[in-house]
C-alpha cells in the first residue's frame, strides 16, 4: 500500500482515501463517490479496529462480509482496497497510541472508555500509511469526525478531511453497519431518533432557542417509544462538543440510544445563516 500510494505521489496525482471497518453500505459508497469525484486514485480500507472496541462490546460479532465489500467497492471504482491484518497494524509489542484531549471524555468517550484513542490512532496510521491529499468520513458519527479534524490539525497531517452527510433510509433512519443487529420490529423502532430530531427541529423553526426546552423534547419523543433506551440526548457546541443553555451558534443535536441491545447514534447539525441571524441552517 505504502508503494503504490508513493507511486501515485510521484505522478503528482490527488489521492483519496475512505477508511471504513467493512460491513458497507449506500453511506459508505457516498464516501467513495465524493472521493471520484475529487481524487485519483481512491484508496478505501477495511480494517475491523480492535483497539476502538471496549470489552463488553461487539468485536467478535462486528459484521464481516469482506466478499460483498470488495464486490461493492470495485463496482464503485475504488482504484484499490486496503485490508491489512491486526497484526501488521498493532505489531507486537505495540505502544504508542494518540489521544485528542478533552474531546475525547465527552459523551461517546465517556459511554465508550478508551473508544476514541482507538479511533485516532487507527486513522492516525491510515494517514501515515497512505499519506492522502483528502480522506473522507460520515457526519453521523459527529464528534468522530470533530476529533480526527482536530487531530490533523494539531499534528500538521498532510490529509484535508473531508466530513460528509449521512445517508438515510426512506424512514429516515441513518444508514449504519449495526443496523443488521435490527429485527424488523427494532428497525421500525428506530426509526425513533430521526423522529426526535425532526421534532427538535420543528422546535427551531419556530423559534425555541432554549437547550433545556429543546431537550424535553428530544426526551418526550423517544420516551414515547417502548423499545428505546436513551444513552444521551444532549445539545452541544459544534467546536468544543460542551452543553449550551441556547442555540446561538453552531451546534449538534447529538443522540444515542438503545433499540433492544443495539446501541445507535444520529444527529442534527444546526447553524445560524449569519452572526446576526435568527434564521437557521439544519443538515440531517
Not at 100 to 117: I, K, M, Q, Y
Not at 199 to 228: C, K, M, N, P, Y
Amino acid at each position: 500500500m505504502k508503494e503504490a500510494a508513493r507511486q501515485a505521489r510521484a505522478e503528482s496525482r490527488i489521492i483519496g482515501l475512505v477508511p471504513t471497518m467493512g460491513a458497507l453500505h449506500a453511506g459508505h459508497l457516498s464516501l467513495i463517490e465524493r472521493a471520484r469525484r475529487e481524487c485519483s486514485p481512491v484508496i478505501a480500507s477495511i480494517f475491523v479496529n480492535p483497539k476502538q472496541f471496549g470489552p463488553n462490546e461487539d468485536f467478535s460479532k462486528y459484521p464481516r462480509t469482506f466478499e460483498s465489500d470488495s464486490e461493492k467497492l470495485q463496482g464503485a471504482g475504488v482504484d484499490f482496497l486496503f485490508a491489512p491484518e491486526p497484526r501488521e497494524i498493532y505489531p507486537e509489542g505495540f505502544a504508542t497510541y494518540v489521544n485528542v484531549d478533552g474531546l475525547s471524555d465527552r459523551l461517546e468517550g465517556r459511554a465508550r472508555p478508551g473508544h476514541f484513542r482507538g479511533v485516532t490512532t487507527v486513522v492516525m496510521k491510515l494517514l501515515q500509511i497512505v499519506q492522502p491529499n483528502f480522506a473522507y468520513f460520515g457526519r453521523k458519527d459527529a464528534q468522530q469526525s470533530r476529533l480526527i479534524k482536530q487531530m490533523a490539525r494539531d499534528l500538521n497531517l498532510g490529509a484535508e478531511i473531508v466530513v460528509c452527510p449521512p445517508v438515510r433510509e426512506a424512514d429516515g433512519l441513518a444508514l449504519s453497519s449495526r443496523n443488521v443487529y435490527l429485527n424488523a420490529e427494532e428497525g421500525k423502532a428506530a426509526t425513533v431518533l430521526y423522529r426526535a430530531l425532526e421534532a427538535t427541529r420543528t422546535e427551531l423553526a419556530a423559534g425555541v432557542r432554549d437547550a433545556l426546552q429543546l431537550q424535553a423534547v428530544l426526551q418526550r419523543t423517544l420516551g414515547a417509544e417502548r423499545r428505546a433506551r436513551v444513552d444521551y440526548a444532549e445539545i452541544v457546541d459544534a467546536e468544543s462538543f460542551e452543553p449550551v443553555v441556547r442555540m446561538s451558534k453552531p451546534c449538534y443535536v447529538l443522540l444515542a440510544v438503545f433499540i433492544g441491545k443495539t446501541r445507535l447514534i444520529d444527529n442534527l447539525y444546526v447553524e445560524p445563516k449569519s452572526p446576526d441571524s435568527e434564521d437557521l441552517v439544519f443538515q440531517f
